[in-house]
């Protein structure tokens, strides 16, 4: 079976190269691309390609005029959870990799996906060494008591944050509560030095040029720690393998799947 995908932020870093993988496979057939700027334009031009008979579309529903199996979709943390909940309620699976949206966003989403019996696969990291480190972070999580998280992105990102940090420390509180020594609210000075506090675990965000994309999570304990860490290439062809694999196992599930990881090793 041929998946029919449509690509949201298709002119993006991720998405540029998604489309380009899609317009090469066998596996999956572009039945539309979605950015604002390139509309109305060939989707194959835009991309430096021969043309390929698709038309950039502004709009979700312009899109998805053609007949699409899964939407993919790399844009922005301010309209993604509009885009998915509409493309739910058409009836369409979605593979999301935009970060930005919080365990709330998520839990709406999974009620509307459920509703609408399909699928939804959502991830802040769709790189396999992502997902790896997501999943030793959990396994050492029932060992070490104690832990923080630092992600790294260049200063352009506007989201903090970063989607696979929050993902990180929402699934680290499945497995056991953070243990801090010292509450947050007894903090002396300026409580924001301690970072954000997701899920019980603290949170700091670091935005400067020169970096692409970094996570890591130390966890502590008395005389010895453990630093587990992804650092991101400056190529987008770890997150389009990834990505591909979500948008073949979307069509076989029903609800909300989020994290590569879940993919890889099922539990």
């Not at 690509?7 to 489309?19: E, M, N």
């Amino acid at each position: 079976m041929v998946v029919r995908v449509c690509v949201a932020g298709a002119t993006g870093w991720v998405g540029r190269a998604l489309v380009e993988r899609i317009l090469e496979s066998r596996e999956f057939t572009l039945t539309g691309a979605i950015a604002r700027a390139a509309a109305g334009q060939d989707i194959g031009a835009v991309i430096g390609r021969s043309a390929v008979g698709i038309p950039v579309s502004a709009s979700l529903s312009e899109a998805l005029s053609r007949p699409t199996d899964v939407l993919v979709d790399y844009t922005s943390p301010e309209s993604v959870k509009e885009r998915v909940l509409a493309t739910v309620l058409r009836g369409v699976r979605v593979v999301v990799g935009t970060s930005g949206l919080t365990a709330k966003d998520y839990a709406e989403i999974e009620e509307a996906a459920v509703r609408n019996h399909v699928g939804v696969i959502a991830a802040g990291n769709f790189s396999v060494t992502g997902a790896l480190a997501k999943h030793f972070a959990r396994y050492a999580a029932q060992h070490l008591p104690s832990w923080e998280i630092i992600d790294y992105t260049d200063a352009s990102k506007v989201d903090a944050p970063s989607g696979t940090a929050r993902e990180l420390a929402e699934e680290l509180a499945t497995v056991r509560p953070n243990q801090l020594k010292i509450p947050i609210e007894r903090t002396q000075g300026d409580r924001t030095a301690r970072g954000a506090t997701v899920s019980g675990t603290q949170v700091h965000s670091v935005r400067l040029p020169g970096f692409v994309f970094s996570f890591e999570v130390t966890f502590g304990r008395p005389g010895e720690r453990l630093t587990i860490r992804q650092d991101a290439g400056s190529e987008a062809a770890p997150y389009v393998e990834g990505t591909l694999l979500a948008v073949q196992r979307v069509m076989t599930i029903t609800g909300l799947v989020r994290g590569l990881d879940r993919l890889l090793f099922p539990e």
